[in-house]
Structure formats: C-alpha cells, structure tokens
C-alpha cells in the first residue's frame, strides 16, 4: 500500500516561490526597522519643536518647518502601513494582534499629524489686528486689518473719514497728533491718540519676525516705539498681523527691512525710502541701503548707500535746531553678529558722522543681526537692536567672531571688514532685548533690558550738554 504525506509535494515552483518569500521578508524586515527609527526621529523633533513653539521662540521658519515636517511624517506612516499589510500576507507565522496592534498606532499617528498640519495652515490665515497709530511726518496714519472686504471709516471726535473702495487693510491719514477715534469694524471701543510734544522715553525693537511674544508683553510706560524693521520672513502680510496682532494704543515708527522688502509689508509701511521725522525736540533719520537679492551675502545695495548719504546732507538742515539726533538704519554700521558690518557703508556712515561733529548725532540705532551690540565712536553710540523676537545668532567661535558665551564686553580684535569698529566694541549679548531711550535734561540714558527676565542688563549715559 503506497504511503501518502500530508505535507505539499516540493517542487521547483514552491522552492522558488519560497525563496522569493525570504528575500521579501528580509527586505521588508529591513524596511520596517528603518521606518520606526525614522518615525522615532520624528516623534523627537516633534517634541522639540512643540516645546519651542510653546515657549514662543519659534516664528515663519518654524511654522514652515513644523508643517512640511508633519506631512511627510504622515507620508511615512502610509508607507508603513502598507508595509505591513505586505508582511502579514509573507508571514506565515505573523501575530495578527501584533500587525493589528502596529496599524492602529500608524493611524493614530497619522491623525495627529492631520491636525497639526490643519494647525500649520491657520497659520497662514491673516488675523484682524490694529488699529497702530503710526507717526507720519505731522500726521497720523491709522492702520488696521479686516477679515472681511469692507470701506476703510473711522470716527475722529465725531467725524467721519472714509474711503469708499473696499479692502482688507485699512489706512486713514489724520491731519492731527491728539484725538480720540472709533473704528466699528473692529470694535465700539473708543481709543484715545496722543503724541507728546515733550518726549521722555521711547522703546527700540527690531527683527520681530512675526513672534509677538515680547510685544504683548510690553508696558505702556513709553511715549513712541520705533521699530527698525523685519517684522517677517516672506514680507507677507499674514506675517505682519501675527507681529502686530496685539494693539497698545501707542504711536509707532515702522521702518523697513530686507525681509520685508521681499513681499506686501513695505507697501503697508507707506513711507519712503529714506525719510526724517520730528517728534518734539528729537529728529530721527531713516535710511534703507539693503538689497531685496537676499543671495547676496552683504545684502547691501552700494547705490541705496550713496543714495542714503546723498539724503543725509541734502535734509541735515531738517535737525538743525533738534536737541538730539538719532539714524536709523535696518543694516547695522558695525555689529558682533552674523552678518557684521558691511565695509562700504561703514566708511560712508563714519565719513558722514565725523564730517558733521555738530550735528548732536546721539546714537544710531539698527537691526538685521540678531543681537544686541553696542559701540562708542565719534561721541555718538552705535546699537544693534536685532534680538526683538527671531531667532538668535549662533554664540559659537566663528574665526572672526569672538562669541565664547552669551555676552561680550570690551575692545575686540579687528580682523577683517566685518569686523569693524571692533576697537570701540562696549558691550554685546545673546539674549533677546529691547532698548529703552529715557531723555532727560542734559542727558541721555539708554537701557538693555532682558525680555525674558525683565532686568535691566546694562545702562549707558549720555551728556547732552
């Protein structure tokens, strides 16, 4: 009697069928563990980039990130569980609760991500913001932004200006610097204006890169605040509405800066180029000299410089008989920071200072860098008031940087043409500041305060007579 077996008959379709099995199993095998330490990868960066979005350090970059981050998270997570899928069915002895177990935690996963992206993309939505009371030669511009299309109108004392052409943002020019105004697009709320004509403290932020973190925590112990530009990454408006998004009802200076000259926000600004404003018995200068090619490493535009000088001597009569004078530039004359000074304005700039000895030029204040650094030459001080809320320059050696710790003080070594000034270098830090300028009689004094701890870092003083 023939002996039958129970098991499958090999021949060469099933040997090769099952060889085929391994070499997929092992492929899969491989796979999946890359998968899970790229998923393991992502669940780290995660939380790191949630605990810095908490602590509200991260701003565009950040959001763009967190974004594109997310998505291919949930790119990888499909591919993983479609892997497994494919390893169930090669799997003879596959634990189903296991690969039930493994699919579920992809999908939970993938719905987080869902959220997070739907999160990244409100983002990107504009917010009402406003209205800033922005100082405009000797005139108010009110500006604020409106989800819906609707007329630009709002109540002075009881008089309506108005414009009929709809928008989303609004600017209304006031021939007056004290008024009380309504606007019944945001609010029934009454706010009252007031540009001192006697000025005793004004605050100097720069480089906000849409994290409003530090504005909303500031006083209203000031009387104007100037801020020095960049208050994107794109130049786009949505960013500025995130920057501005809270109102404290206080005149504002807005000058521009590279970055926001690469979108809308320059045409929101609505000031020229290069422009002078007098607020009580202080002139402020505005000068703009970067390029919008921001591949170019310097940024500047040698010819914006000339043309910045060019507006220096033809409009000095303007302060003539101004107390102090103070210009502000988004490029910074000299700084410890990333991009440092640029040779051919610096020599402009020092040519221009030292050529006008009686000018009362008191200090000049800038951004770009994000740092706060601080120089004494030619009787007038030059600040960099670049860490107002993006991120901070890197603190490492830089071969032509001397950052060994959050701060720098003294003299440094002049290396190169980004190194100017150096000699006359009094103070830098890798914190996030603001300036406080409190004028006084016959005297000048100018606070760096930490804004993530409120103290005051240092004091400079300033005789003006």
């Known amino acids: 009697m023939p002996e039958y077996s129970s098991s499958k008959q090999t021949t060469p379709e099933n040997i090769q069928q099952s060889l085929k099995n391994k070499n997929v199993l092992k492929y899969l095998k491989f796979v999946r563990v890359v998968q899970y330490l790229i998923i ?8 790191v980039i ?6 509200s350090k991260v701003s565009y970059y950040g959001h763009l990130a967190r974004g594109y981050f997310n998505s291919f998270k949930a790119v990888i997570c499909l591919v993983v569980i479609f892997s497994e899928f494919i390893y169930s069915k090669c799997a003879r002895n596959q634990n189903m609760t296991t690969t039930i177990v493994q699919i579920v935690f992809n999908f939970v996963f993938i719905i987080l991500s869902v959220v997070d992206v739907v999160y990244f993309m409100q983002q ?4 009402d913001y406003g209205p800033l009371t922005i100082i405009n030669e000797n005139q108010t511009q009110i500006h604020w932004y409106t989800k819906k299309r609707t007329s630009s109108m709002v109540t002075v004392d009881d008089v309506i200006y108005s414009d009929d052409s709809k928008s989303n943002y609004h600017n209304v020019l006031i021939n007056r610097t004290d008024f009380s105004f309504q606007i019944s ?3 029934a709320q009454t706010y009252n204006y007031s540009l001192p004509q006697t000025i005793s403290k004004f605050v100097v932020m720069t480089d906000i890169h849409s994290n409003s973190h530090y504005i909303e925590q500031m006083s209203s112990d000031y009387d104007f605040a100037l801020f020095c530009g960049d208050y994107s990454y794109g130049g786009m408006a949505h960013e500025f509405s995130k920057t501005f998004k809270k109102s404290h009802n206080k005149p504002l200076i807005l000058a521009a800066g590279n970055h926001d000259s690469l979108g809308q926000i320059n045409s929101l600004i609505t000031r020229p180029t290069n422009f002078y404003q007098k607020i009580g018995q202080n002139g402020f200068y505005f000068l703009y000299v970067l390029s919008p090619d921001m591949s170019h490493h310097s940024h500047v535009d040698n010819s914006r410089a000339e043309e910045a000088i060019l ?5 000095l009569h303007l302060s003539e008989n101004d107390s102090n004078v103070f210009i502000v530039s988004h490029q910074a004359i000299y700084s410890t920071g990333e991009f440092g000074s640029i040779k051919y304005f610096t020599v402009l700039m020092e ?7 009686n000018a009362r030029i008191r200090a000049t204040f ?5 740092v706060f650094a601080s120089f004494y030459k030619y009787n007038t001080f030059f600040f960099v008031n670049g860490a107002g809320g993006g991120p901070l320059d890197p603190i490492f050696e830089w071969g032509e ?10 003299p440094l070594q002049v290396i190169n043409d980004r190194t100017l000034g150096y000699e006359s270098h009094i103070q830098s830090y890798q914190k996030y500041t603001r300036t406080e300028v409190e004028i006084e009689q016959g005297k000048i004094k100018y606070l760096v305060r930490d804004l993530d701890t409120g103290a005051v870092l240092t004091t400079f003083e300033q005789k003006t007579e």
């Open 351 to 357: 040519k221009f200072i030292q050529e006008h000895p």
């Open 50 to 55: 949630m605990g810095m979005y908490l602590m």
């Open 366 to 370: 800038s951004g770009h860098d994000h």
């Open 40 to 47: 393991f990868y992502f669940a780290i960066m995660h939380l």
């Open 401 to 410: 940087r001397s950052w060994t710790g959050t701060e720098m003080s003294g």
């Open 311 to 315: 507006f220096l001597n033809n409009n």
């Open 185 to 187: 697009d945001i609010s």
């Open 124 to 127: 990107f939505q504009n917010i």
